[in-house]
């Protein structure tokens, strides 16, 4: 099976990476919010506010691992893992952990994933056979290759002796 191929098979789970990736920014957020020494954050679709030592007020918040966190996404993740609406939540960085450890239980025994396995397992199948009818086929253009080498070699010879 070809890379483009796999990738095909790949667009039906972009959901699945989407909600991943937005899983994992509250995780980056948590651990920002460790390193600088906040207790809580406030977050509306609008932004992320950080408390603690010093606070801090962002659309963005970008950490020092160079990850930025939108607070429109962090909003929209927290409203589904809090299961309600607000006009913003405020939670500690031990909740966000908390509530990401929740979503992935969730996410581990999730249809999606189910899905995402057979199609990975449907890849490995044909990747795994496809070695072995590709086999005669690589040799093949090796081969020709070879002659066109010695039979380039053959002309140069006959043609040093004639200059």
Do not use: W
């Not at 990738?7 to 920002?32: E, S």
């Not at 918040?61 to 939108?70: F, Y």
């Amino acid at each position: 099976m070809d890379t483009l191929k796999k990738a095909g098979a790949m667009l039906q789970h972009l959901d699945l990476f989407h909600h991943m990736l937005d899983l994992r920014g509250l995780l980056q957020l948590a651990a920002h919010m460790e390193e600088r020494g906040d207790r809580v954050t406030l977050i509306s679709a609008e932004q992320i506010t950080l408390m603690g030592k010093e606070s801090s007020a962002e659309g963005t918040v970008t950490t020092s691992k160079g990850a930025n966190i939108e607070a429109a996404t962090a909003y929209r993740v927290l409203q589904a893992l809090k299961g309600h609406e607000a006009p913003e939540y405020a939670v500690t960085r031990e909740e966000l952990g908390a509530l990401n450890a929740r979503a992935v239980a969730e996410l581990e025994g999730s249809d999606a994933l189910r899905a995402f396995e057979a199609t990975l397992n449907r890849i490995s199948a044909a990747s795994q056979a496809a070695p072995a009818q590709a086999t005669p086929a690589a040799e093949a253009p090796a081969e020709r290759s070879t002659r066109g080498r010695r039979a380039s070699e053959e002309q140069g010879g006959e043609a040093a002796p004639a200059a």
